[in-house]
């Protein structure tokens, strides 16, 4: 029974990590051109936590004004909090995951994923030496401060996408940096 709830769960938490939507979903859209200046919006403006991160992100129109945030599984993997964003840039779907983690308080899941990006850049939901088919590595970024995980997943090769997602990623973790 046990390996069977394992197994939905896994299922199900990658299926939410690989930002599965439903189709005739309209995205909304942002718009390179409408950048602010990035010293016109400061981090300690926002609180230090998973809500003050989005809303940093968006004023910095990284995120859009109007994109929903998709509650994830965060506790599958050790963290405090998450959220799903998907949206468009330059035609091409963007999708991103944000997740808080407490350094102080952390679970053996949340020390084995944090450990696992600061090695590698990338996780695993299970434990690598899981058998399981879905236990495959995700990208990710983690902040300076060891807070905050980012996946960001933008299958377009333009330049200015791939610069957009290094922007992204810069912000997350320059995040109330230590």
């Known amino acids: 029974m046990k390996k069977i709830i394992v197994a939905v769960l896994g299922l199900l938490t990658a299926a939410s990590l690989t930002g599965c939507m439903g189709t005739g979903t309209q995205l909304e859209k942002v718009s390179t051109a409408e950048a602010p200046d990035a010293n016109s919006v400061k981090a300690s403006d926002y609180k230090n936590n998973l809500e003050g991160l989005e809303k940093y992100l968006t004023a910095l129109n990284y995120i859009p004004q109007k994109a929903e945030a998709t509650k994830m599984m965060y506790k ?13 840039v330059n035609n091409s779907v963007v999708t991103v995951e ?24 990338e996780f695993y939901v299970f434990d690598k030496s899981s058998k399981m088919d879905e236990n495959v590595p995700y990208p990710a970024v983690l902040s300076d401060n060891s807070k905050y995980l980012v996946l960001y997943t933008d299958s377009s090769g333009d330049l200015d996408n791939v610069q957009r997602k290094a922007d992204f990623q810069m912000a997350v973790k320059e995040f109330y940096k230590n």
């Open 98 to 121: 944000l997740y808080e983690y407490d350094p102080d308080t952390l679970g053996e899941d949340g020390k084995r994923v944090i450990d696992e990006v600061k090695k590698n850049g």
């Open 76 to 88: 599958v993997i050790g963290a405090k909090d998450g959220d799903r964003y998907n949206f468009s």
